[in-house]
């Protein structure tokens, strides 16, 4: 496991645009970033591996496009063009034994971030 810490939330008013960060302790395999909204299940938002193939959810396909430093064990999430129901608490996740393929199930990823809130007005 590593340690994840995330960055780069705020709020914006919908059209607008945020960049998260997220930085690792350590080398990792896979990176996603999910979100959960009030009162809904978490669900993933995008997932990229060490070869930088990426997988999106429908949602987001088009505006939201993620990136991986293998060197600095980081990665970013741009989003462009949110609407109100982007918004939700985001979490950094990653995988550190494995990366064979990208998955957004959250069972597949060993380390997590505390989160950062992302609040899209309309």
């Known amino acids: 496991q590593v340690h994840l810490v995330e960055s780069g939330g705020g709020s914006v008013q919908a059209g607008g645009s945020l960049r998260l960060s997220c930085a690792a302790s350590g080398s990792t395999r896979l990176m996603a970033w999910f979100r959960q909204a009030p009162g809904k299940e978490r669900e993933g938002v995008a997932g990229?591996?060490?070869?930088?193939?990426?997988t999106y959810a429908d949602s987001v396909k088009g505006r939201f496009t993620i990136s991986k430093d293998n060197v600095k064990n980081t990665q970013n999430l741009q989003m462009n063009s949110l609407k109100p129901e982007d918004t939700g608490l985001y979490y950094c996740?990653?995988?550190?034994?494995?990366?064979?393929?990208?998955?957004?199930?959250?069972?597949?990823?060993?380390?997590w971030g505390q989160g950062t809130q992302v609040i899209v007005s309309s």
């Open positions: 996740a990653a995988q550190t034994r494995w990366g064979y393929i990208v998955t957004l199930r959250d069972v597949d990823y060993n380390s």
């Open positions: 990229i591996d060490s070869v930088h193939r990426t």
